[in-house]
């Protein structure tokens, strides 16, 4: 049951939350039609979907903005040292117990001015183009380490395939939301008022 929770909702809360900050930013939405022009309205292939780095840097964007996990937690198998994260400057070591719940809130990491500028709330793909931006830790939307999400590679190929085929199908697409992002919490992150948005063929 997890992995088709985890398959379906995630994925599609990615979607719809993308659609909604790509109706938002029509600028962003032509430098996209203009990379997905290459393909000639071709069906990408897997090499050409990687090759499209204005398409990833819109999906990795829309991740780090809007994470679809926006937060996690693990419980401490054995009693365990942080190297980092404790007193008030956050650079001493912590102990954490055997049995403790280690919260950590990917939501607030993703916006971290420090890793990503004084613009961490604004939706701006570019941020990844030049590959300089490396926030290792500080970007989790699939987790990390020995608990990666194992779907990972799948889901990004999917979010890419259908992003680059609604680019080739509609010239334009239009907010059909006058208001401003609003937090939906459940299963997932999502827009509480949906991805309103019109796709002009």
């Known amino acids: 049951m997890n992995v088709l929770l985890a398959g379906r909702d995630t994925t599609a809360s990615l979607l719809g939350n993308m659609f909604f900050v790509l109706a938002k930013n029509p600028a962003i939405w032509a430098k996209l039609r203009a990379e997905v022009e290459t393909l000639q309205n071709r069906p990408p292939t897997y090499e050409e979907l990687r090759g499209l780095k204005y398409v990833q840097c819109c999906v990795n964007e829309s991740l780090r903005l809007h994470p ?47 890793i990503y500028g004084p613009d961490a709330e604004v939706f701006r793909p570019e941020r990844w183009e030049d590959g300089k931006l ?45 208001g401003p992002w609003v937090e939906g919490l459940g299963l997932t992150l999502c827009s509480r008022n949906g991805a309103r948005v019109g796709l002009i063929p």
């Not at 937690?73 to 404790?86: I, Q, S």
């Not at 956050?90 to 939501?107: C, D, M, Q, R």
């Not at 609604?166 to 006058?178: A, I, K, T």
Request: proline residues 10%; aromatic residues 10%.
């Open 68 to 114: 679809v996990v926006p937060r996690n937690e693990r419980e401490a198998e054995k009693d365990t040292v942080l190297p980092v994260g404790g007193d008030k400057d956050g650079l001493s070591p912590v102990f954490v117990p055997k049995g403790t719940i280690v919260a950590y809130n990917v939501y607030a990491m993703h916006r971290r001015p420090d």
């Open 134 to 178: 490396q926030p290792r830790w500080g970007y989790l939307p699939f987790n990390g380490g020995p608990r990666i999400c194992i779907g990972q590679r799948y889901a990004l190929t999917e979010v890419s395939y259908v992003l680059v085929r609604m680019v080739q199908e509609f010239r334009g697409l239009e907010s059909r939301d006058p």
